[in-house]
């Protein structure tokens, strides 16, 4: 039979529930102890939860950019988003990994030392596919990469890490570099296996090829920058001076934007065999007449026509029409 309280005991037990404090931490209170927390002394929580979140926030900023990079580069729809930010090991996080992968080690300057881009080989094949002309479905049998797709590879990783700084605007001034691609995790070792790190992951859709993209970045290398890493301190420093600011920033980096105009002369098809067999002063048939307007792309968009020129002794051209819808 349970113990039965006495009527101080019954007092004392509705006085502590009316103010809100258990008769268990009064007495702990009392005797000067305090309750001891568990810690996990093989995994130290080194990033908060509030910090994966600002993560979270700042790669879906990042994921948004990329969408529409890839989306117009590939010319094919293509989604990416962003589905949890996490810590793990560094041993968690490659003993995930299977060969073939695309492993990016990237240099983020002035950050000290270097992160990890992950690629799924099968979205990896579909961009692939989709530069060479394919229609970006892959391949149903994984093998490794040649020397040609990995150079195509650090191409398309080269323009992927484009959007970075901007999402890392707030916190710090990032020059990604891409050290190197690995397809092998045994070779992609740039931290000891029980490192932790904060492990981003990301949903990517190229076509009708779904897979995952995962950026491990060691704590190590954002520690100068773990107190930034609250949305908090984004909020507090900004006032209706900085939105000002900002919206002329904008302006500028838009108007100072480098952007590739190519005037196309004509087009023309030939057999693999007499292009390899061209010389000096053969002659190729284009499908345009010499007094023909040029088309104007602005990027991929074809959006001027023109007349071909000099002017101060440069080739030039005179725009003569301005396509205002995409054709």
Sequence with gaps: MGDVLSQSEIDELLKSMSDGVSPEADSSETNGKKSALPYDFARPQKINKEQLRTLEIMYDTYCRSLTSFLSGYLRTPVSVEVISAEQVTYNEFSNALTNPCILSIVELAPLKGSIILELSAGIGYAIIDRILGGPGTGIKRMREFSEIEQILLERVVHHTLGPLPEAWANVETLRPRLERIETNSQFAQIVSPTDTTALITMAIRVGAVEGLMNFCIPIAVIEPVLDRLYTRYW?????????????????????????????????????????????????????????????????????????????????????????????
């Design 235 to 327: 909020f507090s420093s900004e006032t209706p001076d900085d939105e000002t600011d900002y919206a002329e920033d904008l302006e500028n980096k838009i108007e100072t934007a480098n952007i590739d105009i190519a005037a196309v002369i004509g087009r023309t098809r030939i057999m693999v065999s007499d292009f390899v067999n061209l010389a000096i002063g053969d002659i190729i048939p284009l499908d345009s007449y010499i007094d023909a307007d040029l088309e104007i792309y602005v990027g991929p968009l074809r959006k001027f026509l023109a007349k071909p020129g000099i002017s101060r002794g440069k080739n030039a051209i005179q725009i003569t029409e301005t396509i205002i819808r995409e054709e």
